[in-house]
């Protein structure tokens, strides 16, 4: 959001204006439709970060996905459809984020999909997963971003992975350094658009 009249897209309760757009996004093959608003980040159109992410995402084998700050669900809507065999659950701080999620899992009649509102790692508190995708709220600060990082690490399998997409003028590289305090591997297996995506795992 650069807009002043609005709020910044991780408030938790945005009180921005709202005015719903809709848009249709055809990526690995799959089309999904996704409502958005004012208030949650990319209204109207997909993220460029969030596309690599899900153009470079492999979700074999995995049976629990985690979308951590999921805004309107497009990562893991994308990741419920490329994965029928999983179960995700999309996360996010934003009232109006989980509520727009909700609506897209609904209105793409996925079934395998679920959204939760809170910080980090807190609605999955006991939960561990194959695989923690998140295109992380830079303009929060590192801190959070670290946060969720670490956070992400402890919400793991032990073959699982995360993948983290940042800007590369942004501090992706810097994102990339704080990953190789939590895990073994850290590669880079996504660039394009000025991003890039990288996975940590712990082997
Ligand atoms: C860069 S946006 C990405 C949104 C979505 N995943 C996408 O790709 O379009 C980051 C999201 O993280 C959320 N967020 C910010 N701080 C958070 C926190 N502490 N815990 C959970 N989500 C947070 C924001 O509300 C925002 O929706």
């Not at 629990?64 to 990562?75: P, S, T």
Request: proline share 3%; charged share 20%.
């Amino acid at each position: 959001m650069d807009d002043s009249r609005h709020q910044h897209y991780y408030s938790s309760q945005p009180v921005s204006v709202s005015q719903p757009a809709i848009y249709e996004a055809t990526l690995r093959g799959i089309v999904l439709r996704f409502w958005t608003d004012y208030g949650v980040f990319s209204r109207g159109h997909i993220d460029l970060g969030s596309r690599e992410m899900i153009l470079a995402m492999d979700l074999s084998d995995a049976h629990r996905i985690l979308d951590l700050g999921c805004g309107y669900g497009v990562i893991g809507l994308f990741a419920a459809r490329m994965a029928p065999q999983a179960h995700v659950i999309l996360t996010d701080i934003n009232e109006r984020a989980v509520q727009l999620a909700q609506k897209n899992v609904e209105a793409n009649g996925i079934r395998n999909a679920e959204v939760r509102l809170g910080e980090g790692l807190a609605p999955v508190a006991d939960e561990t997963f194959d695989v923690i995708l998140t295109n992380p709220p830079i303009r929060a600060g590192n801190a959070v971003v670290f946060g969720l990082i670490a956070g992400a690490a402890r919400h793991l399998t032990p073959e699982g992975r995360f993948y983290l997409v940042a800007r590369t003028k942004q501090g992706a590289r810097t994102f990339a350094t704080e990953m190789r305090r939590h895990f073994a591997r850290v590669e880079q297996v996504g660039q394009g658009s000025g991003y890039r995506v990288y996975r940590g795992t712990f082997a």
